[in-house]
C-alpha cells in the first residue's frame, strides 16, 4: 500500500489509534473520491459477457448445447451415422421386425431400417426450424421495432396486424394453409405456413423491451448528438433489445420443430416422399399395440431434439435477465 | 367498469375483422381454383363442387365474397360440413362433448400446476423443487401426440387401467385419460407461473409484516401468498385456450372422443377442405370470445388493469 492513487490518508494516519476519548478526525481521512472513477484494473463487464459467465457453470448449458451439437451434426452429415439409405431396400417381409444385424432398431411397417430414417429425417425437422425462425425473427423485428420505436398510429397499425395474426392459433392456421396448399407440400411450403402465424409473439417481446429502452439516457444523447430517428434506432435501440428476442428465438425453433411434426402427423405436413418424424409417427400410429416401437423411437428423437432447444432457451433466459436468475 | 368493457369490445372488432378475412382469404384468393385445391388429391364430385362454388360466391368479386361469407357468420352460418350437414348442427352435438374434456382438464391443470407449484415455490431449491421443475421441463418439451401415444400405450394397454379409445356417449370416467393428456402441457406452465410469482411474493414486505404479527403459516400460505400470486396463472388462462383447442384436435383424434376437435381432425386426415375452414373458423372465434370473457374477468380482479390506456 506504499502508493495511493488517490491521494487518501496514509496508513500510518489511519492506522493510528486515537488516544484521547475525544478524537477528532484529520481533515484528510475522508479525501473527494469522484464515483465515477473508471476502475481500470476492474474487467470489462456487459450483459453479454456477465451471461456468458453464468451460462458457463450450469451442466444444462453443456447438456443441450452437446445435445444440438449432436442433433446438427447428424442433420447436416446424416452420411457419418448411417449407410443405410432410408426409403429404398425396404423388404416387406421386415415389417415391424426387431433389431437385426446392421438395423439397430429395428424395420417400420414399410420394412424400412427405423434407424436411418430417424437420421435422415433430422435435416427435415432443423430446416423447418431454422426457415421458420429466419421468418419470425425478421418479420418480428421489423414489426416490433417500428411499432416500439415510433409508437403512435405506426404502433396502433402494427399491433393490431399482429394481434389478427396472434389471434389464430398457428396450427390451425398452418393446417388451413397446408390444406389449400396440398399439391405444392414441401419443407418450404410447411415453413412458410407456421412462420406467418407465429411471428406475433416475437414482435410482442421485441416492441416491449423497445418501449423500456427508448427513453434510455443514451438514446437522448444521440438525439442531442444529432443522430437520425432510424440510426438511434438501428445502432443503438436494438442491439440493447436483442436479448429477449434470442430467448424466444430459441424456443420459437423448438416450436416450429413440434408444429411441423404435429402437421406431418395430422397428415397436412410434407408429403409422403420427405423423410419426417412426424410422418413416420402417422405411419406407425395404427400399430401402437403390436409394435409400438416404430412409433416411440421417432418420437424420441423429435422430443430429445425439442428438449434440447427448449433448454438452452431457457438457460439462455435466466443468464440474460437478472429477474429470472433469482428464481433459481 | 363499463368504460373498460366498451373498449375491450370495441378492440375486438377489427382484429374479428382481420381474423375472417385472413381465414376467407388464405382459402379463396389463392391462385388456382380453390375448391379444387381444397379436395387435395381427390378428384371432388362435380355437384358438390358447383354447390361450394355457389355456397362461397366464387363468381362474384373477392371483396363482395368476404362479406357475404361474412353475413352468414353473423347468421350463424358457417356452411355445409362434406357430408352435407350444417356445421352448426355438428357443433351443437360435439360441443358438449368438448366443453366436457376442456373443463376437465382446466381443473387438472390449475389444481396440480397450483398446488405443485405453490409447494416448489415454497421449498425454491429443495429436491421437490427441482425435480418439478425437471418434470415440467420435459412436459413442455414433448409433442402432444407423444404424451397422448405414451399415455394410451402405457395406461391402455400395458397396464390396462384406462380405455384406449373413449365409448360412445363419452362417460366422465373414460375422459380421465384424455383430459391428462390435454393438461399436461399447460400443467408445466401453470406450474412454472406459480412458482415464479409465489417466490416473487414470498419475499415482499406484506408477507414478512403477516409472519411478524404472528400469523401461522397454515394462514399466511393460502390468504398472503397464494392469493397474490395468482394473476400471472389467470392470464395465462386465457392464451392456454388456444393451446387447448389445438391440443384438443390431436388429443380427441388420438383418443377418437366424439368433439368438436375430433370432428376437425377426421377432416385433416380425410383432406375435407371446407368442413376444416368451418371449423377452424369457428374455433378461432370461440378463442377471440373467451379472450374478451378472460381480459373483462382480469379487469375485474385487477382494478389497475382497467384504467390502463
Redesign the interface.
Known amino acids: 500500500m506504499s502508493s495511493n492513487p488517490t491521494g487518501g490518508p496514509t496508513d500510518a494516519t489511519r492506522g493510528a489509534a486515537p488516544s484521547s476519548t475525544h478524537y477528532v478526525a484529520a481533515l484528510d481521512e475522508t479525501p473527494l473520491v469522484g464515483v465515477d472513477t473508471v476502475k481500470v484494473a476492474e474487467k470489462r463487464s456487459n450483459l453479454w459477457i456477465d451471461a456468458w459467465q453464468d451460462v458457463r457453470g450450469r451442466p444444462m448449458f453443456w447438456i443441450s448445447a452437446a445435445l444440438i451439437l449432436v442433433v446438427a451434426l447428424v442433420a447436416l452429415f446424416p452420411g457419418l451415422f448411417t449407410q443405410t439409405p432410408p426409403n429404398n431396400n425396404c423388404i416387406l417381409g421386415n415389417s415391424n421386425g426387431g433389431p437385426a444385424d446392421g438395423h439397430p432398431l429395428g424395420f417400420t411397417k414399410q420394412g424400412c431400417d427405423i434407424y436411418s430414417r430417424i437420421v435422415h429425417g433430422t435435416s427435415t425437422s432443423l430446416s423447418v426450424g431454422f426457415i421458420v425462425i429466419v421468418l419470425t425473427t425478421t418479420l418480428g423485428i421489423l414489426f416490433g421495432s417500428f411499432a416500439g420505436f415510433y409508437g403512435g398510429w405506426v404502433d396502433a397499425v402494427l399491433s393490431?396486424?399482429g394481434?389478427?395474426?396472434f389471434?389464430?392459433?398457428y396450427?390451425?392456421?398452418a393446417?388451413?394453409?397446408m390444406?389449400?396448399?396440398?399439391?405444392y407440400r414441401s419443407v418450404w411450403s410447411i415453413s412458410l405456413a407456421i412462420g406467418v402465424f407465429a411471428w406475433p409473439s416475437t414482435a410482442r417481446v421485441l416492441r416491449s423491451e423497445i418501449l423500456r429502452v427508448k427513453n434510455a439516457d443514451f438514446v437522448m444523447a444521440s438525439t442531442a448528438l444529432g443522430l437520425s430517428r432510424f440510426k438511434i434506432l438501428l445502432k443503438h435501440v436494438l442491439p440493447n433489445s436483442i436479448a429477449p428476442v434470442i430467448v424466444i428465438t430459441t424456443i420459437s425453433l423448438?416450436a416450429a420443430i413440434?408444429a411441423e411434426?404435429?402437421l406431418s402427423?395430422?397428415?397436412?405436413g410434407l408429403g409422403s416422399n420427405i423423410m419426417s418424424w412426424g410422418n413416420d409417427?402417422n405411419q406407425a400410429?395404427n400399430d401402437?399395440?403390436t409394435a409400438?416401437q416404430t412409433?416411440?423411437l421417432p418420437?424420441i428423437a423429435?422430443?430429445v431434439t425439442?428438449?434440447a432447444f427448449?433448454?438452452l432457451g431457457?438457460v439462455v433466459r435466466d443468464a440474460l435477465d437478472p429477474k429470472a436468475r433469482?428464481?433459481? | 367498469m363499463t368504460g373498460y368493457i366498451f373498449r375491450r369490445i370495441l378492440q375486438a372488432i377489427?382484429?374479428f375483422l382481420?381474423?375472417t378475412f385472413?381465414?376467407y382469404f388464405?382459402?379463396f384468393a389463392?391462385p388456382?381454383d380453390?375448391i379444387v385445391?381444397?379436395?387435395?388429391?381427390k378428384t371432388p364430385n362435380p355437384a358438390v363442387v358447383a354447390q361450394l362454388r355457389a355456397q362461397y360466391h366464387l363468381d362474384q368479386p373477392f371483396i363482395v365474397q368476404y362479406f357475404i361469407y361474412l353475413g352468414g357468420i353473423f347468421r350463424g352460418d358457417f356452411g355445409l360440413s362434406f357430408s352435407g350437414e350444417p356445421v352448426t348442427a355438428i357443433l351443437a352435438r360435439t360441443f358438449p362433448v368438448t366443453a366436457r374434456l376442456a373443463i376437465l382438464a382446466l381443473l387438472f391443470e390449475t389444481f396440480f400446476g397450483i398446488l405443485v407449484g405453490l409447494i416448489s415455490g415454497l421449498r425454491?431449491?429443495k429436491l421437490f423443487d427441482a425435480s418439478s421443475l425437471a418434470v415440467s421441463?420435459?412436459l413442455?418439451?414433448?409433442?402432444?401426440?407423444?404424451i397422448a401415444?405414451?399415455a394410451?400405450?402405457v395406461f391402455g394397454?400395458w397396464l390396462g387401467w384406462a380405455r384406449t379409445t373413449v365409448s360412445s356417449g363419452a362417460p366422465l370416467q373414460d375422459l380421465i385419460l384424455p383430459a391428462l393428456v390435454l393438461a399436461s402441457v399447460s400443467f408445466a406452465q401453470i406450474m412454472r407461473l406459480t412458482?415464479?410469482s409465489v417466490?416473487?411474493t414470498s419475499g415482499l414486505d406484506f408477507v414478512r409484516t403477516a409472519y411478524s404479527k404472528g400469523l401461522s403459516s397454515r394462514r399466511v400460505i393460502p390468504v398472503h401468498i397464494l392469493r397474490n400470486s395468482l394473476i400471472p396463472v389467470v392470464t395465462y388462462l386465457a392464451t392456454d385456450f388456444?393451446?387447448l383447442?389445438?391440443g384438443a384436435?390431436?388429443t380427441e383424434?388420438?383418443f377418437n372422443v366424439p368433439g368438436v376437435g375430433n370432428t376437425l381432425?377426421q377432416a385433416?386426415?380425410r383432406?375435407e377442405?371446407p368442413t376444416?375452414?368451418s371449423f377452424?373458423t369457428v374455433?378461432?372465434l370461440i378463442?377471440?370470445v373467451v379472450?374478451i370473457l378472460v381480459d373483462l374477468f382480469y379487469g375485474l380482479l385487477d382494478p389497475r388493469i382497467r384504467y390502463v390506456k
Do not use: C, H
Open positions: 393490431r396486424v394481434d389478427i395474426f389471434s389464430i392459433p396450427i390451425l392456421a393446417v388451413v394453409i390444406s389449400v396448399l396440398s399439391q423448438a413440434v411434426a404435429s402427423f395430422l397428415g397436412v409417427i400410429q401402437l399395440r409400438p412409433l416411440i418420437s423429435l422430443s425439442v428438449f427448449i433448454s431457457e433469482a428464481l433459481r | 377489427p382484429v382481420g381474423t385472413l381465414i388464405m382459402v389463392m388456382g380453390p385445391a381444397l379436395f387435395g388429391d425454491k431449491g421441463l420435459i413442455i418439451s414433448l409433442p402432444i401426440f407423444v401415444f405414451v394410451q400405450y394397454v412458482r415464479a417466490i416473487e388456444g393451446v383447442l389445438v384436435t390431436i383424434g388420438i381432425y385433416i386426415i383432406g377442405g376444416v375452414v377452424v374455433m378461432v378463442y377471440l379472450n
